[in-house]
């Protein structure tokens, strides 16, 4: 899907930056796909409120955070094959280029409704460390300025916002960037995960 020469631009700016935003990571076809996949997981109600922690210390503040969100399963979720498809392929040229040790990953689609957002916050925790790379993949069409959503990245006393214009791809190491979301005027849908250099022994971090 991708040339050497593109995975290799990538990972060279992710590497000197900690993170990189790439343009139209996703067809037009995986992305009608993905929303197809979000509308029917709304309309069944699928999506939960998210919150905060590991599986030991869960607790749902919607101050700090304020998403709905529906873990995936790649055997479960056929609809989505050609995501995970894109996943595969991301952590295996990862291991290629970078001799990053991943063992899997973890997803779940997430949809911000109007007026809330994510505190920031790094996405590592003390009780499980095992996310290596932190992916999101926006899906917000027609996305404009004055919608809201943009996540902010802190890094090296800059703030740098991400807008979340569908299609784009944002990677960064997630022991490392601390970011936020900022408060959505209009529905924001991404789908997000984690690349894990371990396996995700003890359950999702929601």
């Known amino acids: 899907m991708f040339t050497d020469e593109q995975w290799i631009h990538w990972f060279d700016k992710l590497a000197e930056d900690d993170y990189v935003v790439v343009d139209d990571f996703l067809s037009n076809e995986q992305y009608r796909l993905t929303m197809n996949f979000f509308k029917q997981a709304e309309e069944k109600n ?29 055997e479960r979720d056929t609809e ?3 995501f995970f498809d894109i996943v595969h392929d991301l952590i295996a040229n990862l291991r290629r280029f970078c001799f990053l040790s991943l063992s899997g990953s973890e997803f779940h689609i997430a949809k ?10 790094l996405d590592q925790f003390n009780e499980r460390s095992n996310r290596q790379i932190t992916v999101l993949i926006y899906l917000n069409e ?9 996540l ?5 006393d800059q703030e740098i916002v991400v807008e979340p214009i569908a299609k784009r791809l944002l990677l960064f190491k997630s022991d490392m960037i601390e970011h936020e979301v900022l408060t959505t005027n209009v529905p924001r849908y991404s789908l ?4 894990l250099h371990q396996p995700a022994s003890v359950g999702y971090l929601i």
Do not use: M
Request: overall charge negative.
């Open 46 to 74: 699928h999506l939960k409120k998210a919150g905060i922690g590991s599986s030991g210390e869960f607790q749902i503040k919607s101050s700090v955070r304020g998403d709905f969100i529906y873990w995936l399963e790649e």
């Open 192 to 195: 997000t995960g984690w690349l």
């Open 80 to 82: 989505l094959s050609s």
């Open 112 to 121: 911000y409704p109007e007026g809330s957002h994510y505190d920031r916050h």
């Open 152 to 156: 902010v990245i802190y890094k090296d």
């Open 142 to 150: 027609n996305w404009k300025k004055g919608d809201g959503g943009e």
